[in-house]
Nanobody
Framework: QVQLVESGGGLVQPGGSLRLSCAAS????????MGWYRQAPGKQRELVAD???????NYADSVKGRFTISRDNAKNTVYLQMKGLKSEDTAVYYC?????????????????WGQGTQVTVSS
């Protein structure tokens, strides 16, 4: 009923930039927080950044000053602009949305995840 589709991952050299996008679609009533998480091999999934519907942002210390999260509420889309990429940023990046959606005659709330997009930082 709800889908999150990420795009924009790829291979980039250290110091380079990438922009990730995540679009939510389906029977959406409203979206509260949208965020980006990442998971490197052998590590737990961790929060990178998130943003409320009102534009309040939160970042992991490791990406502050290098990454910028933004969203377009009209398009149900969240973006992650990544600059100054380092090898330690290599991971699968996942989009998450805390949203309300229509289910039969009800409005339900839940977290939805995208399928993930690979970001590899290497020379």
């Amino acid at each position: 009923q709800v889908q999150l589709v990420e795009s924009g991952g790829g291979l980039v050299q250290p110091g380079g930039s990438l922009r990730l996008s995540c679009a939510a679609s389906g029977r959406i009533f409203s979206i509260n927080v949208m965020g980006w998480y990442r998971q490197a091999p052998g590590k737990q999934r961790e929060l990178v950044a998130d943003i409320t519907s009102g534009g309040v942002t939160n970042y992991a210390d490791s990406v502050k000053g290098r990454f910028t999260i933004s969203r377009d509420n009209a398009k149900n889309t969240v973006y992650l602009q990544m600059k100054g990429l380092k090898s330690e940023d290599t991971a699968v990046y996942y989009c998450k949305a805390d949203l309300r959606y229509y289910s039969n005659s009800y409005v339900r709330r839940g977290d939805h995840w995208g399928q993930g997009t690979q970001v590899t930082v290497s020379s």
